[in-house]
T-cell receptor, first 114, second 112 residues
Framework: AQTVTQSQPEMSVQEAETVTLSCTYD???????LFWYKQPPSRQMILVIR??????QNATENRFSVNFQKAAKSFSLKISDSQLGDAAMYFC???????????FGKGTRLHILP | KAGVTQTPRYLIKTRGQQVTLSCSPI?????VSWYQQTPGQGLQFLFE???????NKGNFPGRFSGRQFSNSRSEMNVSTLELGDSALYLC???????????FGQGTRLTVV
């Protein structure tokens, strides 16, 4: 069975600084998708970034980028120039190409210090 | 384009009662999934519907059921509520199975 592990329950970063959130996963499949979702206090789960396993190039969305290491089964999220609005719970998630369900990690709560 | 809409936003029910939650997906989306979020267990997959058919089910007891209508709207039902069913229930829709999922704001269910 696939699993997603986020080893950092909580992190803090100074505004305008860079922070990296860690995520590892376990799967025996070769075709899958990885995601980072953000859940602010409003509870709305918002997709931050998505990575297809078959793509070697790391995905980037403005200030958000990932470091995808397929062999190591690692998928970290880097947030550059952190802003107060980035404060939220961040979930790493996995979805098999042949399945519908998303498997989530336990989440990392990110605090932005002004 | 309207997002995923879940109703109601909050519910308080008594043990033993049953509850129905509703989810309206983004227009055109045919896949609807449900997740339960609790502090202890995190986010867990309940089930997924595509074109009115349940295609996948998580590891939940039979008290949890769902359905999808021809307009892709979905309902989730929990019977004989237990205190442990207190959770945030999230619905997600996608254009196709395996495509990007968009989430609603959830229904906060409290069982007393």
């Amino acid at each position: 069975a696939q699993t997603v592990t986020q080893s950092q329950p909580e992190m803090s970063v100074q505004e305008a600084e860079t922070v990296t959130l860690s995520c590892t996963y376990d799967t025996s499949e070769s075709d899958y998708y990885l995601f980072w979702y953000k859940q602010p206090p409003s509870r709305q789960m918002i997709l931050v970034i998505r990575q297809e396993a078959y793509k070697q190039q790391n995905a980037t969305e403005n200030r958000f980028s990932v470091n995808f290491q397929k062999a190591a089964k690692s998928f970290s999220l880097k947030i550059s120039d952190s802003q107060l609005g980035d404060a939220a719970m961040y979930f790493c998630a996995y979805r098999s190409a042949g399945d519908d369900k998303i498997i989530f990690g336990k989440g990392t709560r990110l605090h932005i210090l002004p | 384009k309207a997002g995923v809409t879940q109703t109601p936003r909050y519910l308080i029910k008594t043990r033993g009662q049953q509850v129905t939650l509703s989810c309206s997906p983004i227009s055109g989306h045919r896949s609807v999934s449900w997740y339960q979020q609790t502090p202890g267990q995190g986010l867990q997959f309940l089930f997924e519907y595509f074109s009115e058919t349940q295609r996948n089910k998580g590891n939940f007891p039979g008290r949890f059921s769902g359905r999808q209508f021809s307009n892709s709207r979905s309902e989730m039902n929990v019977s004989t509520l237990e205190l442990g069913d207190s959770a945030l229930y999230l619905c997600a829709s996608s254009l196709l199975s395996n495509a990007e999922a968009f989430f609603g704001q959830g229904t906060r269910l409290t069982v007393v």
